[in-house]
């Protein structure tokens, strides 16, 4: 299985340069709605991701910083407590399962670290699906029990 049958290619995702301000980027996830986005450099190259909590550990480790001020600050100077993992386009399915049980989503580059898009583990998920819990009508092939999961929807 190709690493392309998941990719949501660079184009259609919401990705900030490194020379943005914090401001910028935080502007930018709210208006979009994301704790973690890709960060790359002017030649479109994956540097890293920043997350939400990086901002609050920042804003929490500077003394006196204030919202008008995160203006001033770049990218550059916010500590990264997040290590979010590229994966090359040529990796493996199995690359993909465990970076996902880590990450909501895997930024993927090419030969030459340039940032081409994501995998987010929905799409993992909604593969593997068929194959964890099939349709009633295949579970008589199967040579094992697949529990209801409804039964346990009521203690939750």
């Known amino acids: 299985m190709q690493i392309t049958f998941f990719l ?11 020379r943005y301000t914090m401001r910028q980027a935080l502007e930018k996830m ?3 709605g994301y704790t973690a986005v890709p960060v790359v450099d002017d030649e479109g190259k994956y540097l890293y991701t920043i997350t939400v ?3 609050l550990w920042k804003l929490k480790n500077t003394p006196g910083l204030s919202c ?6 770049a990218l550059t100077e916010i500590i990264k407590y997040t290590d979010i993992q590229a994966v090359n386009i040529d990796s493996k399915l199995q690359d993909l399962l465990h970076r996902a049980m880590e990450q909501n989503f895997i930024p993927v580059v090419d030969d030459y670290n340039t940032y081409i898009g ?4 929905r799409e993992i998920i909604e593969y593997c699906l068929p194959f964890i819990v099939p349709d009633e009508a295949d579970t008589e092939t199967l040579d094992m029990d697949v529990p209801d999961l409804e039964e346990y929807d009521d203690e939750y």
């Open 53 to 55: 909590s990086d901002f």
């Open 30 to 32: 709210e208006y979009h």
């Open 68 to 73: 008008n001020d995160t203006e001033k600050i």
């Open 8 to 18: 949501i290619p660079k184009a259609e995702t919401v990705f900030l340069l490194e």
């Open 118 to 121: 994501i995998v987010r583990r």
